[in-house]
């Protein structure tokens, strides 16, 4: 059974920088995507980045490109969202998601398998 699991959320300052990871285990197959979402209280799940890991491409939303980068150490399975010059604007629990047939997509329903999230608040 595929799974996915976050870590690497926390508290931190304005203008700090995190490393969420997004470690994927029980794979039997090498072509897939992973996204990174984002949920803040009382809003809509929002897609922030997206990863094939096995192709090296990636997508991210306007809102985060010049300040949030996606990446992958494919031997380890794992997918890095790095978040720099962080705002209050970013706290929100933060998801990785797992797309089995390899698309690119920052829509949430193009995920079929999802992490518990972790917590990112970021204090002004």
């Known amino acids: 059974e595929v799974h996915v699991v976050e870590s690497g959320g926390g508290l931190v300052q304005a203008g700090g920088s995190l490393r969420l990871s997004c470690v994927v285990s029980?794979?039997?197959?090498?072509?897939?995507?992973i996204g990174w979402f984002r949920q803040a209280p009382g809003k809509e799940r929002e897609g922030v980045s997206s990863?094939?890991?096995?192709?090296?491409?990636?997508f991210s939303a306007d809102s985060v490109k010049d300040r949030f980068t996606i990446s992958s150490d494919n031997a380890k399975k794992t997918v890095y969202l790095s978040m720099n010059n962080l705002k209050p604007e970013d706290t929100a629990v933060y998801y990785c998601?797992?797309?089995?047939?390899?698309?690119?997509?920052?829509?949430?329903?193009?995920?079929?398998?999802w992490g518990q999230g972790t917590q990112v608040t970021v204090s002004s």
């Open positions: 990863i094939s890991p096995s192709e090296g491409r990636t």
């Open positions: 998601a797992l797309n089995s047939w390899g698309a690119i997509s920052l829509g949430p329903h193009s995920y079929d398998i």
């Open positions: 029980g794979l039997t197959f090498d072509h897939y995507s």
